[in-house]
């Protein structure tokens, strides 16, 4: 499954989403997922005319609908950890979203949580009931980089700072 936009999968299952005239979000899978291990792909990130706060709303459904489909185990793959830079209290009298964030995934029995360069570290401690894997890009990026300096794809590259 990936993100909210109708996929195809590789079984020809679809998942239809809609929105209402007042902006809430419904979601069908048109397959039975009952006893399967199911991987969301859901970046919390603003894009596709959408705000950050959607993007969860559009997450937690999905968590919701496919525990409700009665599956075996989910995997949420979140490239793009929303609210990831308020990882602590600033003052008594502000939120730790992060922390609010992660619970709210917690209530909907997510399993395991795969990130990209979580902001802190801490963050991971906040899926304390499941375990949450942050993946480095640094490696990707630093292949990539290098292999555009042996192309010769790269202007200035001894200005170039990794």
């Known amino acids: 499954l990936v993100g909210y936009e109708m996929r195809r999968t ?3 299952s679809l998942c239809t989403p809609k929105v209402f005239a007042n902006g809430e979000i419904d979601l069908k899978f048109l397959t039975c997922l009952r006893g399967d291990d199911v991987y969301i792909v859901q970046p919390t990130c603003p894009g596709r005319n959408q ?3 959607t993007s969860i709303m559009e997450l937690l459904l999905i968590l919701h609908t496919v525990r ?3 599956c075996k185990r989910v995997t949420a793959l979140v490239p793009y ?3 990831g830079r308020q990882s602590f209290m600033t003052s008594p009298d502000t939120p730790i979203a992060s922390a609010a964030v992660a619970k709210l995934m917690l209530s909907m029995q997510l399993d395991h949580l795969v990130t990209v360069d979580l902001n802190s570290a801490q963050i991971q401690g906040f899926f304390h ?4 894997t942050n993946l480095p890009s ?3 990026f630093r292949k990539y980089l290098q292999a555009q300096i042996l192309k010769k794809e790269l202007p200035n590259v001894e200005e170039l700072v990794v």
């Not at 009931?129 to 949450?132: E, G, K, Q, T």
């Open 10 to 12: 590789e079984d020809g």
């Open 51 to 53: 705000n950050v706060n």
């Open 68 to 70: 409700l489909a009665s």
């Open 81 to 83: 950890f929303a609210y």
């Open 129 to 132: 009931a499941v375990p949450c």
């Open 138 to 140: 640094t490696p990707v």
